[in-house]
């Protein structure tokens, strides 16, 4: 697909593309990774739920953004991005969004204890500077949501968890604290309305930039690429937690006999079906709202 913009990002599974010097494109792929692959085979309507996912969260998320004096970057999105050009084919999984001086924090938000937090915690019993109670184990949920930030790695690499000095270094000690009271103000809304819908959000990423008028939430929010959901049915701290929206996909690479190092395999049609079922049901049980 040819675009008539400047491509100036690729991730994984997204690309941004300059729209012009004020605004750009995020569009999202049907591409799927797991265990730090690209799968080769697309799920059918993942950028779009993705996105459409997004869209819906920054809307349920601006109280909370007005509250900390900050605002979000969406643009426009869908048929509204027909006017600027964008391809129809494209508009259902692309967001317009402001051009910000991105900040250099991945700012992550944990309810529960998962994944890189569980390793730390397990060799520290912290994660970076922020102590933990003894006793927690895989997919426990903490005492109170907990600011764990990164650094950005380069496309391919892993991000690196730092304190909140760093992080001070990196943006100065008031946008600091806005940024963690605001990333664990940011979770605890989504938390809840994920909690009404049934699903466990475990942690999540927040990406920032500034523009002239302060703050700006930016990048992809609330996804299952950038976040961690888990039906709230089956949450039993001691083991890893089903993952809402990959299970069947990482399932079915365990048992295929890939050894996560060669290229990874073709997925079958059912696990491609079910894998895109998971996507739209996550919707559609957030959102309340029937996917079209
Ligand atoms: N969002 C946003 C954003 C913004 N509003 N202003 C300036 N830059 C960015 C921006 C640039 N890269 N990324 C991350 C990224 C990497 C790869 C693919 C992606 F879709 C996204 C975010």
Redesign the pocket.
């Known amino acids: 697909m040819s675009l008539p913009f400047e491509l100036?990002?690729?991730?994984k599974v997204?690309?941004?593309y300059a729209v012009d010097d004020d605004r750009?494109l995020?569009?999202?792929s049907d591409r799927v990774s797991a265990y730090d692959h690209v799968l080769p085979t697309p799920i059918p309507d993942k950028g779009r739920v993705l996105t459409a996912l997004s869209v819906w969260w920054f809307e349920q998320l601006a109280p909370v953004l007005a509250e900390h004096g900050a605002e979000h970057?969406l643009l426009a999105a869908g048929d509204d991005l027909l006017a600027s050009g964008v391809p129809a084919e494209l508009t259902g999984r692309s967001m317009l969004?402001?051009?910000?001086?991105?900040l250099p924090v991945e700012c992550v938000a944990r309810g529960y204890l998962s994944g890189s937090g569980t390793v730390e915690y397990q060799r520290t019993g912290a994660i970076v500077d922020v102590p933990l109670p003894a006793g927690l184990v895989e997919g426990s949920r903490l005492p109170e949501p907990v600011f764990t930030p990164s650094t950005k790695a380069e496309?391919g690499e892993h991000d690196e968890a730092i304190g909140f000095a760093q992080v001070v270094d990196a943006v100065g000690a008031d946008r600091a604290e806005v940024l963690r009271s605001l990333t664990l103000a940011l979770y605890r809304r989504g938390a809840e309305i994920a909690e009404q819908a049934g699903i466990v959000l475990a942690d999540t990423k927040f990406?920032f930039?500034t523009a002239a008028d302060g703050l700006?939430l930016?990048?992809?929010v609330l996804t299952p690429d950038s976040s961690r959901f888990w039906p709230a049915m089956t949450w039993s701290p001691g083991a890893p937690q089903p993952s809402f929206d990959k299970q069947y996909v990482r399932d079915w690479l365990t048992t295929s006999g890939w050894d996560r190092v060669s290229p990874p395999p073709d997925l079958p049609e059912d696990v491609v079906a079910a894998t895109r079922d998971r996507y739209v049901r996550a919707y559609e049980q957030l959102t309340g709202l029937p996917w079209n």
């Not at 100036?8 to 991730?11: D, I, N, P, S």
């Not at 969004?97 to 991105?102: D, F, K």
């Open positions: 100036v990002a690729q991730g997204r690309e941004v750009l995020l569009v999202a970057h969004v402001r051009r910000l001086e991105m496309v990406e930039g700006v930016a990048d992809e």
